[in-house]
């Protein structure tokens, strides 16, 4: 049996920012969740669409693990990854760093931890782990899944070998703060921005970034054509957006609140701009959500002809966002 002794935990909502809380707390770097988030450049769309899929998803980040990946080369933190194909290798590669001590992060599929409540498999979701016994492993999720929770060694290894979309093998990470602390916050932040904003401005092809939401705004009024059963897929859709770890609004929630931080911190016009277009942002996809599961639960296509015109607002406020956040300058 091994516990890390005075891991912290917060009510946290998205599943990444929520562990690497964790990590970065119990060495004495305390970041808000939107910090972390806005450090690691974490905002992003996406339409995503596929004839083997059921139904399309709108995404509002990065990929899983490179939000980790930016906010370590961000911070100038020391990142350890570790990823195997044998089960065996695996455990011994969480439980080294936690029998001396030190939370470790995983990447998983939650559809097998036992106290997840929405049974969907999902490879790309991060948990931090802390403990563990004969029986169970102690770990961190979000507070929408009751914060600090326990599932069997079984079902662990199960969502560890877990394999699909998004999924990675075994995965496993620390994270290092340098002995003087980490690189200056405010150094840090104006790259994060201007990195995110490109990102969000220049998107290689039109299912990302402001072309995707554009695209989203024509697409979204075909919803009701495109579900056998719009009674499921647009309630579900809508949940996506407000509350599978999204922070609500997308993940512009977040964005919004870190904006607000660097406003704080840096004397810019271009930052305040931002931010005040990113709060209009923020409750524009909140109304998209409702007016999807709206057209879900009376069957109105109207609703959704409505959440393609806000979606086409969408484009345009968070395109002129990034133009002001692109300006920054170190």
Same mark, same amino acid.
């Given at each position: 049996?091994?516990?890390?002794?005075?891991?912290?935990?917060?009510?946290?909502?998205?599943?990444?920012?929520?562990?690497?809380?964790?990590?970065l707390?119990?060495? !004495?770097?305390?970041?808000?969740?939107?910090?972390?988030?806005g450090?690691?450049?974490?905002?992003?769309?996406?339409?995503?669409?596929?004839?083997?899929?059921?139904?399309?998803f709108?995404?509002?980040?990065?990929k899983?693990?490179?939000?980790?990946r930016?906010?370590?080369?961000?911070?100038?933190?020391?990142?350890?990854?570790?990823?195997?194909?044998?089960?065996?290798r695996?455990?011994?590669?969480?439980?080294?760093?936690?029998?001396?001590?030190h939370?470790v !992060?995983?990447?998983l599929?939650?559809?097998?931890?036992?106290?997840?409540s929405?049974?969907?498999?999902?490879?790309?979701?991060?948990?931090?782990?802390? !403990?563990?016994d004969?029986?169970d492993?102690?770990?961190?999720?979000?507070?929408?899944?009751?914060?600090?929770v326990?599932?069997?060694?079984?079902?662990?290894?199960?969502?560890?070998?877990?394999?699909g979309?998004?999924?990675?093998?075994?995965?496993?990470?620390?994270?290092?703060?340098?002995?003087?602390?980490?690189?200056?916050?405010?150094?840090?932040?104006v790259?994060?921005?201007?990195?995110?904003?490109?990102?969000?401005?220049?998107?290689p092809i039109?299912?990302l970034?402001?072309?995707?939401i554009?695209?989203?705004g024509k697409?979204?009024? %075909?919803?009701?054509?495109?579900?056998?059963?719009?009674?499921?897929?647009?309630?579900?859709?809508?949940?996506?957006m407000?509350?599978?770890? %999204?922070?609500?609004?997308?993940?512009?929630?977040?964005?919004?609140?870190?904006?607000?931080?660097c406003?704080?911190?840096?004397?810019?016009?271009?930052?305040?701009?931002?931010?005040?277009?990113?709060?209009?942002a923020?409750a524009l996809?909140?109304?998209?959500?409702?007016?999807?599961?709206?057209?879900?639960?009376?069957?109105?296509?109207?609703c959704l002809?409505?959440a393609?015109?806000?979606?086409?607002?969408?484009?345009?406020v968070e395109?002129e966002?990034?133009?002001?956040?692109?300006?920054l300058?170190?």
């Amino acid at each position: 049996m091994t516990t890390v002794e005075g891991i912290d935990v917060r009510g946290t909502q998205h599943c990444e920012t929520t562990a690497l809380g964790v990590l970065l707390r119990h060495q !004495g770097l305390d970041l808000s969740e939107p910090m972390l988030f806005g450090l690691g450049s974490g905002l992003s769309f996406i339409y995503w669409d596929s004839k083997n899929m059921g139904f399309p998803f709108l995404g509002g980040r990065v990929k899983p693990f490179e939000l980790t990946r930016n906010l370590a080369a961000a911070l100038g933190l020391e990142l350890e990854v570790k990823e195997t194909g044998s089960p065996r290798r695996a455990w011994e590669n969480v439980r080294a760093p936690l029998d001396t001590g030190h939370p470790v !992060g995983l990447q998983l599929d939650s559809y097998h931890l036992e106290y997840f409540s929405s049974k969907v498999h999902f490879g790309g979701h991060v948990v931090a782990l802390y !403990g563990y016994d004969d029986r169970d492993a102690h770990l961190v999720d979000t507070d929408q899944q009751g914060g600090a929770v326990s599932t069997s060694l079984t079902s662990l290894a199960e969502a560890r070998a877990a394999r699909g979309p998004m999924s990675a093998r075994h995965r496993s990470f620390t994270l290092t703060v340098p002995s003087g602390g980490p690189l200056g916050l405010v150094d840090r932040i104006v790259p994060a921005i201007t990195a995110c904003a490109a990102a969000l401005l220049h998107p290689p092809i039109a299912n990302l970034g402001h072309r995707g939401i554009e695209k989203a705004g024509k697409l979204v009024p %075909t919803w009701m054509r495109r579900t056998d059963d719009p009674r499921r897929d647009l309630p579900q859709a809508a949940l996506l957006m407000e509350k599978a770890g %999204t922070g609500g609004a997308l993940f512009r929630n977040l964005y919004r609140d870190f904006l607000a931080e660097c406003v704080e911190l840096l004397d810019s016009g271009h930052v305040r701009a931002g931010h005040t277009l990113y709060t209009e942002a923020a409750a524009l996809w909140t109304d998209v959500a409702a007016l999807v599961e709206k057209a879900g639960a009376s069957g109105e296509e109207e609703c959704l002809r409505q959440a393609g015109t806000v979606l086409g607002e969408l484009s345009r406020v968070e395109r002129e966002a990034m133009r002001e956040l692109i300006r920054l300058e170190p």
